[in-house]
């Protein structure tokens, strides 16, 4: 079928392609057994010192990004970005490659961080400076943190 038999088609694709989803790694269908969680779990803080080895570790454990695992993912994040901000060109070379990458990563700024962290987070993209694609992601870094510190002082004053 092609686009010029069907407009409906065409548009679906359309739609799917802005919304991201076209794009979306095939291993999100995978299953998380228990016994790739654990390894999971059990291999994160050797895959959170730098920005390579927590992609290398997403990608192989993607199914499993939930529960302890996610907050582990997040974790991770906030570490990398409020003490490891050195790493940012890295983190930048990444991002371009794989923007599924950049947009988990940006899911991951969340707030499951300390205050301390997000703050630091948002202080590093601050201080950002540069071409303009780097200024934007930046710019994306300091609003999740920033969003984030919001929903944690929401919750703590919920309670």
Known sequence: MTCAKSV???????FLALCGLGSMPVARAAECSPEMSRRA????????????????????????DDGELGEGYSAAVAHLFSSKWGQLEVFLDIAKENPDFRRWVMHHIDATASDEELNSIISNANSCAGEVVKRKICNSIKNHAKDALIESRRMRGAR
């Open 8 to 14: 409906r088609a065409c548009l679906f694709l359309f």
């Open 41 to 64: 779990v059990a291999l994160l803080p050797d895959a959170s010192d730098s920005w390579s080895s927590l992609l290398r570790h997403q990608t192989t454990f993607l199914p499993c």
